[in-house]
């Protein structure tokens, strides 16, 4: 054992370099994060993979032709989607008509979400779907970029499909594990636009960034009266002291929006069915809660449906 290290390691250079390591982490990665949510906000378009031939699991910006749905589609098929058939022609078959019809249902869907855009007052608003390459079974269905300020950033509005795994039954027609339905769809698209008209995304990232320069400014004034543990522990105390009402506060705020979202989203579309049906279906898939949306309970209970 090399004695003379650990003598030599005294708490002077412990603190040192303590100190050096959280004035590193603790203001700059909430401004990283920040900034980085500043920035997909205001430039959504960065995420737009222009080569879908060098594509890896990214999100696909669609623009309304036939030619490009096409494209992600296959791209959706291959990662996303498996077919076990009896022969490899009715594979073959049963591929060409599930591309057929989700490319159909893609265009109709790209309709329906720039019609409810526009009674948002949002003036266009760019479509993607998101086709992961892993095998987790991926998130929220939609999630919304931008604000309605087009004239700043490009509302964007994300489709995460699911993974499917399709039998073909030769005795039988196609048959698939998930049945979707338009009016829980509806209000998904609705809630996502509530978002964007509000600008939710911006006021959330401005709290964020405050919230950094607040940190920082605690952590400089605590580097300016010495290396000296008391100092240390102070910082550390200031620093908790304004992490925890901001982080209260900022799922708070995350919380509300959400709820706000849901609830204008079901005044828009007149009916709270779709809403109830989605979060029936999300507790019954064993979905679990997080700390940026209210409980599903909570959101079955304030949408009018029993909880
Ligand atoms: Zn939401």
């Known amino acids: 054992m090399n004695v003379s290290f650990l003598t030599s390691f005294d708490s002077e250079s412990y603190i040192k370099m303590g100190r050096a390591a959280c004035i590193d982490a603790l203001p700059i990665l909430p401004a990283l994060r920040a900034i980085l949510g500043l920035a997909l906000w205001s430039h959504p378009q960065g995420f737009r993979n222009e080569d879908l031939a060098d594509a890896d699991g990214t999100d696909f910006m669609l623009d309304g032709t036939r030619e490009r749905t096409e494209k992600v589609i296959d791209l959706y098929l291959q990662r996303r989607v498996a077919v076990t058939a009896p022969t490899e022609e009715l594979k073959v078959s049963t591929l060409a008509a599930l591309k057929s019809a989700f490319t159909e249902a893609c265009q109709r869907r790209m309709v329906q979400i720039d019609k409810i855009a526009a009674d948002f007052g949002i003036k266009k608003v760019s479509f993607g779907l998101s086709v992961p390459s892993d095998s987790s079974s991926g998130g929220t269905p939609y999630e919304a970029v931008g604000t309605c300020a087009s004239w700043f950033s490009n509302p964007m ?20 594990e998930q049945k979707l339905d338009e009016k829980d769809k509806e209000f998904v698209v609705a809630h996502e636009m509530v978002h964007i008209a509000k600008n939710h995304e911006l006021i959330a990232n401005v709290s964020y960034l405050a919230y950094s320069f607040l940190a920082a400014g605690i952590w400089a004034a605590g580097m300016k009266s010495g290396l000296t543990m008391g100092s240390v522990l102070c ?23 959400e709820q706000d979202a849901d609830v204008e989203a079901i005044r828009y579309l007149g009916t709270n069915e779709g809403a109830k049906r989605f979060f029936e279906g999300m507790k019954n898939r064993g979905i679990v809660d997080d700390l940026e949306h209210p409980p599903i309970d909570l959101r079955l209970a304030y949408i009018g449906a029993s909880a």
């Open 235 to 257: 910082t550390y105390g200031a620093a908790l002291g304004v992490a925890i009402p901001f982080e209260l506060f900022f799922y708070g705020l995350k919380r509300s929006q």
């Open 157 to 176: 509005i994300v489709c995460n499909p699911p993974r499917m795994n399709i039998q073909v039954d030769p005795e039988a027609q196609v048959s698939s």
